[in-house]
């Protein structure tokens, strides 16, 4: 069982905060909830929209039919009715927006204390549960469905990818966090910079006037002992690279949170991409050691997050976290256990960091000796033979759908929700295939080639138009992927679940 419920209008009028307070009773009533949000960079007018999805069973990702429209404005509904499923229920009028919510949880069976209890949390609650209480006292329908079981999964967490990361960098002991505002970077920058205002909060977040400046101050502050975290998007990342060769010279820690968007240039601001593989992979000039994680969903970007603290002080490189818009702003439900580690700043003492090539005393401020670059190149490339190793101690991937398949489905990133939707649909149709998510890019794990040799039909699947994967795969497999088994989106939308898996059944036959 799985609903779709769409919320639109013009920018302005409220969709997020609806949004908000209709997954809140659901997850009440007892369902997992997963949304994403669309919209234009305006700050009035245009169309966004949030497409709510709910299930009795866990939903990663959203589909394409509306069960449920709320209308906003009038644009609303010419531009969604192609969607809208047989006996789907439409709300519209010129009303306010907290009408809208009534109406939704009256149709839901969602109960009025519930709704009492989310209109606490706004502003102006009399006038607003007074809106709410007409448009639930309006409405007649009610969709029956059951009141689920609340404790039979634990307990839920509900975040956006953002929220995550900031409370997986809390975790890790942040510090400080440095950025200049880029989206979709900016909601991680909004989350901390909240948080910092919280009555035991011992982080900083501190907003400076370029990405150039950032990355800078951020490695001056690790390189004194403190964890600093920056974040940025491509167009920002792109002047970092300088200070990212800096990093990997001097082996001062640093994490980086690279938030992808469509490019090139300024591309497509508010939209999604993962476009950005090869810039996280390659950036900077020379040689040396970088750690690259890409989370998939709300509950590894807190793990992940973690992960990158931990490696980027145990060996002193900077760890790239790889994210994207649908992975940041798009907010669901997951079981609430958590597997953390303990981050020690690796720096405890002062010490001298040159970007020159130095000997090992750092006696001198520069060294041109043939002996010298030679050893400091030797020293680097055992360190990353050294965290090669060490990554098949972590987690480099996850295994989904049928594990005995030969038929391979591969990818990264935010894709994964999408994934493993689209295969319990293709499970309903007697059709199967193995889902690997790569979550440690770089170094690219041994058990993940074995995994590959393994497979009679890889598909990749990837949110950008030259499969950026599939020339990681040639690189570090020598396996390469056949044009027609590559499914790619790069509109800068998400993939939905159900075109997705006929995607992959028409790769299936």
Not at 258 to 280: C, F, I, K
Request: glycine content about 8%; charged content about 25%.
């Amino acid at each position: 069982m799985k609903y779709n419920i769409l919320i639109g209008g013009a920018a302005g009028q409220g969709s997020n905060i609806i949004t908000d307070i209709v997954s809140e009773g659901l997850l009440n009533k007892g369902y997992y909830v997963f949304y994403s949000r669309d919209y234009q960079s305006l700050i009035r007018g245009g169309h966004n929209f949030n497409l709510l999805s709910f299930s009795d069973e866990p939903v990663y990702s959203n589909s394409s039919g509306i069960d449920i429209l709320v209308c906003l404005d009038s644009k609303t509904e010419d531009i969604h009715k192609k969607a809208l499923k047989k006996n789907a229920i439409v709300l519209s009028g010129s009303n306010p927006n907290m009408f809208f919510a009534g109406q939704i949880y009256k149709i839901l069976g969602i109960e009025l204390e519930i709704l009492e209890k989310q209109m606490k949390k706004l502003k102006n609650f009399v006038e607003n549960m007074k809106e709410a209480l007409k448009g639930y006292n309006s409405e007649k329908r009610n969709l029956g469905l059951p009141k689920l079981n609340q404790n039979a999964h634990g307990g839920l967490r509900f975040m956006t990818g953002s929220q995550a990361i900031a409370y997986g960098a809390l975790k890790s002991g942040l510090d400080l966090y440095y950025a200049y505002p880029m989206t979709p970077a900016t909601p991680l920058m909004m989350e901390l910079g909240q948080m910092q205002l919280e009555k035991d909060s011992r982080h900083k977040v501190i907003e400076l006037e370029s990405e150039i400046a950032v990355i800078n101050a951020a490695l001056g502050s690790n390189l004194l002992g403190s964890k600093a975290m920056i974040g940025t998007s491509g167009g920002g990342f792109d002047l970092m690279t300088e200070s990212l060769s800096l990093a990997g010279m001097a082996e001062i820690p640093l994490v980086i949170y690279l938030s992808q968007r469509p490019g090139p240039s300024t591309g497509v601001a508010t939209y999604t991409s993962q476009g950005d593989l090869n810039l996280a992979l390659h950036a900077g000039h020379g040689e040396f050691s970088r750690i690259v994680i890409a989370p998939g969903d709300s509950k590894e970007s807190i793990e992940k997050t973690n992960e990158c603290f931990y490696l980027s002080q145990k060996y002193r490189v900077p760890c790239i976290l790889l994210g994207d818009k649908h992975l940041a702003e798009s907010k669901q439900s997951f079981e609430s256990e958590l597997d953390l580690r303990e981050v020690e700043s690796s720096i405890v003492k002062p010490e001298r960091f040159n970007s020159y090539e130095a000997d090992e005393d750092k006696d001198e401020i520069a060294s041109e000796e043939a002996g010298v670059i030679k050893k400091n190149h030797d020293k680097r490339l055992k360190k990353q033979k050294i965290i090669e190793k060490d990554i098949e101690n972590f987690e480099a991937y996850k295994t989904f759908g049928n594990t005995n398949s030969k038929n391979l489905i591969l990818s990264w990133g935010s894709t994964k929700g999408s994934i493993i939707d689209a295969l319990k649909i293709l499970e309903e149709q007697d059709k199967s295939a193995k889902f690997i998510q790569i979550l440690i890019v770089e170094p690219f794990s041994r058990k993940i080639i074995s995994e590959l040799n393994k497979a009679k039909k890889i598909i990749v699947v990837e949110n950008n138009s030259t499969s950026q994967l599939s020339r990681l795969l040639a690189e570090k497999a020598q396996i390469v992927v056949d044009d027609k088994n590559k499914i790619l989106r790069y509109d800068g939308r998400p993939f939905l679940s159900d075109e997705l898996a006929e995607e992959i059944r028409r790769r299936l036959k």
